[in-house]
């Protein structure tokens, strides 16, 4: 080859390559990692490491030609003669390859067409190149085999390796099979083997090792791009994990926060049934109480309040499904499967009840109100999933189960745990009963019962602590105004009646009009400046006749500061007049 076409043929080799590069590079508009464009893009980028290799051999092979007087003996002149138009035509084949490539990359930059014609003809060309050098004597060939393997590899999807080994497998196979059988000679570029009598020829020692060394470090670059991608692929991973559970750790169970970082596809819309221990606690009387505080100071007290139970509730490995307001939905035995899920509901629900006196100890501590909860706990077959639309969705349960639970729990006190017959008949065995008591919920026909739960065994051993105060006689009556409440609304009627004994968590009534156990009160004092009587406080009846047919018990669940005060003056005189 002529020293001027010589260099023309590296200079455009080496020429297109840096074109190509500067094309895929430019600027700050495209991703750096090319393991992310488009399949042009990377067809693109393996041509640009074709044109460069090119460019390698063609340099090799006209120093070659220059510090020899004579073409070394080994080489098949003839036949390079023949093949050299051949390799010109593949040369030429690349150059349209690029041409399209570029006119491709904007308009249809994923064509599934143009990236197998370049794979296929890299396939190719790279087995017929092993050839003509020869199957396995020339190792430079079948490193530039797997240079180019490994970059089909790299970039593209592994269906497109695959087709790319089938290829070059099949091609090879098949001309070994044809110089085997002596159908066609083995490496035609060579006249006789370079090397004999324990020598090798120094021109193919040194032009073979340039080409080995030149494949073997590309090689090596592969390799330490494939480990730093990974590497900070996975550093990535782990601070993108870490800034997830930051952000959703609060607002999300460990279990639903781990399910969707281990497994992306349970983000997608659906659900399951599940059978599952649902838990619903609410507090007592909030809504009054937030009334009449600052809401910097509501908020100080929800927060003192969840960050203890949801502590508790996580050591049991409850999912929290929603916080409403001052309530908490919670589940056992999803997404996380539990076979003791019931036996973990109630031990959890015993230790919030109990873990209130912190709560309240902190409250105390901050010049805020106790506070007082109610839980109800029921077992039932559910739907349990992410819930919504494509744009926005939750981790959910629905069913009727949930409602009978929220039910349930309406009919609590504070300290109190109520459970469904479905979790008493379960864990009987294992129960400790404080009372039961036949109700009809709200679109249910026949009456159900529910048990109040005030301890649980083994492997659990965990017991309510908190003890109702005594009621104390007062010296004389205090007389009351009341109303029934319908849900969560106030009744017109309101009817009198009195408070014989008192305690600073419940009162003896003697009430004008009939009540049933479980029917919420709102009262109002009599007898006393306007300012205290027009400040309702509320009680649940949770027992009836206690002497009479008009005497109750009812346990308050929501107290003023100005009445708790009052209360607390008359328990004092009382507990003077005893004594």
Request: net charge neutral; with cysteine.
């Amino acid at each position: 080859m002529e020293t001027a076409s010589l260099i023309f043929h590296i200079l455009l080799s080496w020429a297109l390559s840096a074109l190509i590069i500067r094309l895929l590079f430019r600027g700050e508009q495209r991703e750096k990692s090319p393991l992310n464009w488009h399949r042009v893009d990377r067809c693109l980028l393996l041509m640009a490491i074709w044109f460069f290799i090119w460019g390698i051999l063609t340099l090799l092979s006209g120093v070659e030609e220059m510090l020899l007087t004579q073409r070394t003996p080994y080489y098949n002149d003839p036949f390079v003669g023949t093949v050299t138009p051949v390799f010109q035509a593949v040369f030429l084949i690349w150059l349209i390859l690029l041409i399209s490539g570029a006119l491709l990359y904007r308009r249809f930059p994923d064509s599934r067409v143009f990236t197998h014609i370049v794979i296929q003809i890299s396939a190719i060309q790279t087995a017929v190149v092993c050839y003509l050098f020869g199957h396995v004597s020339d190792t430079g060939s079948l490193l530039f085999a797997m240079l180019q393997g490994a970059f089909i590899i790299l970039l593209f999807r592994p269906l497109m390796g695959i087709l790319w080994m089938v290829t070059y497998t099949v091609l090879m196979m098949g001309s070994a099979l044809a110089v085997f059988i002596n159908e066609i000679p083995y490496a035609p570029t060579l006249s006789k083997v370079p090397f004999g009598d324990g020598r090798i020829d120094p021109v193919y020692f040194s032009s073979a090792l340039s080409f080995q060394m030149l494949v073997f470090l590309l090689m090596l670059l592969i390799i330490l791009f494939i480990v730093m991608r990974w590497r900070d692929r996975e550093q990535k991973l782990t601070e993108a994990t870490d800034i997830l559970k930051k952000m959703f750790g609060r607002y999300l169970s460990t279990e639903v926060m781990n399910t969707l970082i281990e497994n992306p596809s349970a983000l997608e819309l659906g659900g399951e049934r599940r059978r599952v221990t649902i838990m619903m606690s609410d507090l007592r009387g909030f809504t009054a109480l937030s009334e009449r505080l600052d809401p910097e100071k509501v908020v100080q007290m929800l927060n003192t309040y969840f960050e203890t139970v949801v502590n508790i509730v996580l050591k049991y490995n409850g999912t929290i499904i929603e916080i409403m307001g001052d309530a908490l939905l919670i589940i056992f035995g999803a997404p996380q499967r539990m076979t003791d899920r019931m036996l973990r509901a109630i031990a959890c629900a015993i230790e919030v009840q109990n873990a209130m006196t912190e709560v309240n100890s902190r409250n105390l501590e901050n010049g805020l109100p106790s506070l007082e909860m109610g839980i109800g706990l029921n077992e039932a077959e559910v739907i349990v999933g992410n819930i919504g639309s494509s744009r926005r969705s939750k981790y959910a349960v629905v069913g009727s189960g949930v409602n009978m639970a929220s039910r349930i729990e309406s009919y609590s006190v504070g300290g109190q745990v109520l459970c469904s017959e479905s979790v008493f008949e379960a864990t009987r065995e294992v129960l400790r009963i404080d009372g039961q008591q036949e109700v009809i919920p709200k679109g249910i026909d026949t009456p159900m019962t529910i048990y109040e739960v005030g301890g649980i065994g083994a492997p659990h051993n965990v017991y309510l602590e908190k003890e109702a105060a005594p009621l104390m006689d007062l010296p004389h009556q205090l007389p009351i105004q009341y109303t029934i409440l319908e849900g969560k609304h106030v009744g017109k009627a309101r009817a009198e009646g009195f408070i014989e004994k008192l305690s600073r968590q419940g009162a003896e009534v003697t009430l004008s009009e009939p009540v049933q156990i479980l029917h919420n009160l709102e009262m109002n004092l009599k007898g006393v400046n306007k300012a205290l009587g027009s400040r309702a406080f509320h009680a649940k009846v949770i027992r009836t006749r206690c002497k009479t047919a008009d005497c109750h018990e009812v346990r308050f669940t929501s107290i003023p500061s100005e009445i708790a005060a009052y209360f607390e003056a008359h328990l004092q005189y009382a507990a003077t007049s005893s004594s």
